[in-house]
């Protein structure tokens, strides 16, 4: 089975930038997506095929990808940002969550 | 605008099934499959499986093939997610999804598993 590993934990100041990052060898071949999840609350997609952005979302929040990393970056954090983020990748006749990171906004 | 309405919480003992509602509207319910993703207590998203309520394929994750089952009634825009023999393992938030990009999801059901 695939996987995708993430850092379970990124702190960032107010105004600065997170990056986060999802490895797995499925990134190699299909695309990743990015959802926010706060505490209570259904996750939010917030990137798509690695680097597009659904059009309610933050310009601050973008995507890149090398290989079998891709990255979501946080730009100018502000405390509404903090939040679990989990990457995912759909993998032959299923799909993959990445482990989760914790962003802390402090 | 595309809503997904899942069935409420649901408190069962070990051993038994449970089976959760999806209610979709706001968009034609045959366009896009609906994903069932699940969320233990404090922990990560899982894939569950799929069902295209076009034809009724379905797609099960391997770890729980055999002991989930997903359906779409078309006639009323619901899918449904069956999960039986149920262990404390279960007891989890369980959403539906939807959309092209997957990014409508429901309000979650959350299913305790005590005896």
């Known amino acids: 089975s695939y996987e995708l590993t993430q850092p379970s934990s990124v702190s960032v100041s107010p105004g600065q930038t997170a990056r986060i990052t999802c490895s797995g060898n499925i990134l190699e071949i299909n695309y990743g997506r990015w959802y926010q999840q706060k505490p209570g609350q259904a996750p939010v997609l917030v990137i798509y095929?690695?680097?597009e952005r659904p059009s309610e979302i933050p310009e601050r929040f973008s995507g890149s990808s090398s290989g079998t990393t891709v990255t979501l970056t946080i730009s100018e954090a502000q405390f509404d940002d903090e939040a679990d983020y989990y990457c995912?990748?759909?993998?032959?006749?299923?799909?993959?969550f990445g482990t989760g990171t914790k962003v802390t906004v402090l | 605008e595309v809503q997904l309405i899942q069935s409420g919480a649901e408190l069962k003992k070990p051993g038994a099934t449970v089976k959760i509602s999806c209610k979709a509207s706001?968009?034609?319910?045959?366009?896009?499959?609906v994903y069932w993703i699940r969320q233990a207590p404090g922990k990560g998203l899982v894939w569950m499986g799929l069902v295209d309520p076009e034809d009724g394929r379905t797609i099960y994750t391997e770890s729980l093939q055999g002991r989930i089952t997903i359906t779409a009634d078309t006639s009323t825009d619901t899918a449904y997610l069956e999960v039986r023999s149920l262990t404390s393992e279960d007891s989890a938030t369980y959403y539906c999804v939807t959309g092209y990009l997957a990014n409508y999801w429901g309000q979650g059901s959350l299913v305790t598993v005590s005896s």
């Open positions: 095929k690695d680097t």
């Open positions: 706001g968009y034609t319910f045959t366009d896009y499959h």
């Open positions: 995912y990748s759909a993998a032959d006749n299923s799909g993959v």
